[in-house]
């Protein structure tokens, strides 16, 4: 059946701070605040109705533009201007079209382009869920079906690959296990501490760049690991802070011959992410990448990234929806096509409690992969009032957990999340946040 037409009839922006319970630092910037924001789209589905559709994601600052000169506020900004950009556009497009169609229709001009793709992102995660609500299914039921419309007008890599076939083949998977990030600033202790109260398996440590201090620390955090959560698998996160592929070769080598360090290489799946986007992809990673996998995460700002990326001798890309769940889906069919050892990972940039983590959650658990790094309940504040929370967790039972003092959080104790809570009519949302009780974002 062809995917179902429709029109943006509205959309709406909205925003609020975070106050993070301890500081998250990441490559060369710590941040202790930021602002999620929060999107409405309005969607009249033809010949069958309309409906409301709800996202919400992380404005994070100094990730999506690192450039020395743009202040984190500016770069802050700078995605908001991105959402009032694509919100124009998508309204400007009063064409009967499919969601991915109206998502094809729109190119931004911004820059960077990663900053450019975040208010497009949103508003298709917008647009799908009321999509879905109209047509009264989950976003499993309908990805698999393709109500979005997908095709492969921005992916020509994909021409002749049976992308109906493909995404009618996918099982969204029941479960989807934790990558607990351990962030620049966290110490073994507290890693320890963690463990104690918490069956985790799969970890995504953070790296700094300097050889020297990341092995030092990656073998104090691999002690606590070797003990005290056996059979464990890891990630390397390097947030752009090595400088080129030799200083990468020299980390590996001192990884692979330290004797502390023997488990944790055997447990080491993959490193994202270690080079700086604007040379990321100027050069091949050269026989370095034949000792290990690596992925882009910064350098995904395209669909032709990860093309690009694999010629250079990457062989991994994130999966976020900040950067776009069209992207994803289309990416996780590349790798389809293209087979072993290609790969999509599953990354977090601080997804909150509610719509967020759970829209991201969905769609990891649909394309099929079964770890995930989770860290929003590590460092956000969660929801907005203890009211939301509560409706939250009546909505998404097993999702969310009420903890003896009576507040509510992500049901993280057991290291993994069950994604029957989120087959729900719409884009995985059951609830909706206190509209108003968030900022609009007002036009420039």
């Known amino acids: 059946m062809p995917a179902p037409r429709l029109r943006i009839r509205a959309i709406e922006l909205y925003e609020r701070p975070v106050r993070f319970v301890k500081p998250f630092r990441f490559g060369a910037v710590t941040v202790e605040a930021a602002p999620q924001s929060f999107v409405r789209a309005l969607v009249s589905v033809e010949g069958r109705g309309e409906a409301w559709g709800a996202t919400a994601e992380m404005m994070m600052p100094k990730w999506f533009d690192k450039r020395p000169n743009q202040s984190p506020a500016d770069t802050v900004e700078g995605l908001r201007r991105s959402l009032r950009a694509a919100r124009e556009g998508y309204l400007a497009d009063d064409q009967l079209d499919t969601a991915f169609g109206h998502h094809a229709a729109f190119t931004s001009t911004q820059e960077p382009r990663l900053a450019a793709a975040y208010g497009p992102a949103q508003i298709d995660k917008a647009v799908l869920d009321g999509l879905l609500r109209v047509l009264g299914i989950s976003v499993f039921d309908g990805l698999r079906a393709n109500v979005g419309g997908l095709d492969a007008r921005r992916t020509p890599d994909l021409s002749g690959f049976d992308l109906d076939g493909f995404l009618g083949g996918l099982e969204p998977l029941p479960a989807v296990e934790l990558r607990h990030t351990i962030g620049l600033l966290d110490s073994p202790e507290s890693l320890r501490a963690l463990l104690a109260r918490q069956s985790l398996r799969w970890f995504k440590i953070k790296l700094g760049g300097d050889v020297a201090a990341d092995l030092d620390r990656l073998t104090a ?40 360090l023997a488990a944790f290489r055997r447990a080491l799946l993959y490193i994202e992410q270690p080079i700086a986007r604007e040379a990321a992809l100027a050069r091949p990673l050269g026989a370095v990448a034949e000792r290990i996998h690596f992925i882009i995460d910064e350098s995904d700002d395209a669909y032709d990234s990860f ?20 992207k994803a889906i289309l990416n996780r069919a590349r790798c389809a096509a293209w087979g072993a050892p290609h790969f999509l990972s599953a990354e977090d940039l601080t997804c909150q409690a509610g719509l967020s983590v759970q829209q991201d959650t969905a769609l990891v658990a649909l394309l099929g992969l079964g770890h995930a790094e989770r860290n929003g309940h590590q460092y956000g504040e969660g929801f907005g009032s203890a ?39 719409g884009f995985a949302r059951a609830a909706d946040p206190a509209w108003d009780s968030l900022t609009p974002i007002q036009p420039a």
């Not at 890309?317 to 900040?322: G, I, P, Q, R, Y």
């Open 387 to 425: 009211e939301e929370a509560d409706a939250f967790l009546a909505a998404h039972p097993g999702f969310y957990t009420r903890d003896p003092d009576g507040s509510v959080r992500l049901a993280t104790d057991g290291g993994r999340l069950p994604t029957a809570p989120l087959s729900t009519p």
């Open 307 to 326: 093309p690009n990326a694999r010629a250079m001798g990457y062989r991994g890309v994130s999966s976020k929806s900040c950067k776009g769940l069209y």
């Open 221 to 260: 955090i691999a002690a606590v690991l070797d003990e005290a959560a056996p059979g464990y698998r890891a990630t390397l996160d390097g947030n752009e802070q090595y400088a080129d592929a030799d200083q990468l070769a020299l980390l590996l080598e001192r990884l692979e011959t330290a004797p502390t």
